[in-house]
């Protein structure tokens, strides 16, 4: 039976790294796979899943308006990158698609924001995948880094602002919830 998944860490735990390996996975088994990223996330060009590691791999876009359950003929699994930029209705199709139609949907995001906020897509993820996991980090203090700290170009702690600025190590470190406090 084909589950929705849903595979989360704090930023940079690797987790393009670890989707770009379930899709060699499937791939090498002769098994066909669609990938999918948010089209808002360009930091590498538009429409790429890229490890910080250095492997990429073409992805179809996604935004607020793409419809999952119209757009996917038959494949052997769906990989979607940054997933908490889904919207709730696209979750829910994504989980339609796990159930109803048989095609196993992995999907890799973090859970909230610099704030500490949820992202909704993430919200909907944690509710309605059959699956979760929680891929490891760490924060500078040794300990388990589940937070996202957003940092300016001096590298001071941002507070406030749009919950989505698209960046990478330059904008955001991961952190500790203690850290996280504190800083």
Request: glycine fraction near 8%; charged fraction near 20%.
């Given at each position: 039976?084909?589950k ?21 996975n499937y791939e ?12 808002i996330?360009n ?5 790429k ?7 990429q ?7 607020t ?16 990158d ?15 698609l ?9 999907c ?19 509710t ?23 940092v ?7 507070t ?5 600025a ?18």
């Open positions: 039976m084909a929705l998944y849903f595979r989360y860490s704090a930023m940079n735990a690797g987790k393009s790294t670890a989707l770009l390996q379930v899709a060699h090498e088994q002769g098994q066909k796979v669609r990938l999918f990223t948010a089209s996330d930091r590498y060009g538009s429409g899943v890229t490890s910080r590691l250095g492997p791999r073409e992805a179809e876009v996604f935004d308006d793409f419809d999952f359950l119209n757009a996917i003929p038959q494949v052997n699994c769906l990989l979607v940054e997933a908490q930029f889904l919207t709730p209705a696209q979750v829910k199709q994504l989980h339609q796990a159930q109803v139609h048989g095609v196993p949907v992995i890799y995001g973090i859970r909230s924001d610099f704030v500490g906020e949820p992202f909704p897509g993430a919200a909907y993820l944690l309605l995948a059959d699956d979760i996991e929680e891929l490891k980090n760490i924060c500078a203090c040794g300990k388990k880094a589940t937070m996202n700290i957003r300016d170009e001096n590298g001071k702690r941002v406030a602002g749009e919950q989505v698209v960046g990478g190590n330059e904008r955001y470190l991961h952190a500790c919830a203690r850290c996280f406090y504190k800083t």
